[in-house]
């Protein structure tokens, strides 16, 4: 019975958490997407929107050079490892004589 009830308020607990950083959050949050336009009227803002363009630019690459990233380590182990099937496979192996061959020869 024990067990139930750490389980139920640990399912509980994480979504209650969440919904209540989202609430307490949820005003600045709603104040940035005129963050730009005030920042532009100000004096010196212009610096403050480059660096908004710059750091929206770097956010949205991230997915796409982590992907390409992994991609091209995955594709950099796969091609080694056809080049060491292939060497191996081209290895010429040296038969030894059976017992057939050596009664054979021996007569």
Do not use: H
């Not at 005129?34 to 660096?51: D, F, M, P, T």
């Not at 004589?97 to 050596?102: E, K, V, W």
Request: net charge positive; proline share 6%; aromatic share 10%.
């Amino acid at each position: 019975m024990k067990m139930f009830s750490r389980n139920v308020f640990g399912r509980f607990a994480l979504p209650c958490l969440a919904a209540l950083v989202v609430l307490t959050v949820a005003n600045s949050a709603m104040a940035c997407p005129s963050c730009q336009a005030a920042l532009a009227s100000q004096e010196g803002g212009n610096r403050v929107v480059q660096g908004f363009f710059w750091s929206i630019l770097f956010m949205m690459s991230m997915p796409f050079s982590i992907l390409t990233a992994l991609s091209t380590y995955f594709y950099v182990l796969v091609r080694r490892s056809r080049r060491q099937q292939a060497e191996l496979a081209t290895v010429p192996v040296v038969a030894n004589p059976t017992p057939m061959q050596n009664r054979d020869s021996a007569r």
